[in-house]
């Protein structure tokens, strides 16, 4: 499957933005997704991840009550939804999908596909 992130830009601190990402191929529906994140500097850390039938999903701590992952198997589609964006959530957004029989790991060792990111800036 490839993978094609969206939806990325500058927003001030306390707005919102819609993160998508695209997939090909007709097997979409049987991959477990995640995002992440890599902010200038550091490393990659884990978002969230959703299993592929949607009923499993979860949160890093940081972004708990602000961030909704969310798809949609008939579009082939994985959403972030980002709401109350800090200054410290800037980053290139990541992502990723594998075909586990266990969804929801946060290492990105896990996941086999990825895409090429998109750049959210929060301006404070």
């Known amino acids: 499957v490839q993978l094609q992130a969206s939806g990325g830009g500058l927003v001030q601190a306390g707005g919102s933005l819609r993160l998508s990402c695209a997939a090909s191929?007709?097997?979409?529906?049987?991959?477990?997704m995640a995002w992440f994140r890599q902010a200038p500097g550091k490393e990659r850390e884990f978002v969230a991840p959703?299993?592929?039938?949607?009923?499993?999903?979860y949160y890093a701590d940081f972004v708990k009550g602000r961030f909704t992952i969310s798809r949609d198997n008939a579009k082939n589609t994985v959403y972030l939804q980002m709401n109350s964006l800090k200054p410290e959530d800037t980053a290139v957004y990541y992502c990723a999908g594998n075909r586990a029989v266990v969804a929801g790991s946060r290492s990105d060792r896990d996941y086999d596909y990825w895409g090429q990111g998109t750049l959210v800036t929060v301006s404070s």
């Open positions: 959703i299993s592929w039938s949607g009923t499993i999903t």
């Open positions: 191929g007709r097997t979409f529906s049987s991959y477990n």
